[in-house]
């Protein structure tokens, strides 16, 4: 495997369902991040870690819920869901997040919440 | 509140001819800046990246950079239909902050 990478890669869930998000990246980065692409919505950050630690929480509904277990696995896990929630979760890293780094993204998880 | 600000389009332009694309930021403290592609149901990837003022060129795209007027654009040379994406500005700011921030975007079209 090669860049981010993010399994699943389509969801379908009820408001009730408790389901997680995976990305892994592969590029020896020590940042990464959480984004939601709504449709003709600009990208919303949604958690940042770097170097393991959580640096940013923008103020995201506590039904989202991140995990960095090391720095190349980023979690995100979902519970009680609403239809609102449906979008594309994008993961990207970096190499440490320092504003001169670039971010590479995965392929996304496209999320449905019925 | 720092803000990144893109038309969002579509600006339709004939293949062969030049698409510049604009982006106006809100705050002068700004240090890093990126040009982002996303086909339709894809995810974003980079293009371009500039720190300083002036022009930067890589293949048929240029990236220019004028922190004066807050504005970063991207002129895409002999445009292509296969160039025909959303594409999206980011700005990183300075100040230690591990948060970019990104446009709208905007949707180009180059018809044959």
């Known amino acids: 495997e090669t860049g981010v990478t993010q399994t699943p890669r389509h969801l379908v869930m009820g408001m009730t369902n408790k389901k997680s998000l995976k990305c892994e990246q592969h590029l020896g980065h020590n940042a990464m991040y959480w984004y939601k692409q709504s449709a003709k919505k600009p990208l919303e950050l949604m958690f940042v870690y770097s170097l393991e630690e959580r640096v940013e929480n923008n103020s995201v509904p506590s039904r989202f819920s991140p995990e960095c277990p090391n720095s190349s696995h980023l979690f995100l896990h979902l519970h009680t869901l609403q239809p609102e929630d449906s979008a594309l979760y994008l993961c990207a890293s970096s190499q440490d997040g320092r504003g001169y780094n670039e971010q590479f993204f995965g392929p996304g998880t496209r999320l449905t919440v019925l | 509140q720092k803000e990144v600000e893109q038309n969002s389009g579509p600006l339709s332009v004939p293949e062969g001819a030049i698409a510049s694309l604009n982006c106006t930021y809100s705050?002068?403290?700004?240090?890093?800046f990126f040009w982002y592609r996303q086909y339709s149901g894809k995810s974003p990837e980079l293009i371009m990246s500039i720190y300083s003022n002036g022009d930067k060129e890589d293949g048929r795209f240029t990236a220019q950079l004028n922190k004066a007027s807050q504005y970063v654009s991207l002129l895409i040379r002999d445009s292509q239909p296969s160039d025909s994406a959303t594409y999206l500005c980011?700005?990183?700011?300075?100040?230690?902050?591990?948060?970019?921030?990104f446009g709208r975007g905007t949707s180009l079209i180059v018809h044959p």
């Open positions: 705050d002068r403290v700004s240090q890093s």
């Open positions: 980011a700005v990183n700011w300075s100040g230690g902050s591990y948060i970019p921030t």
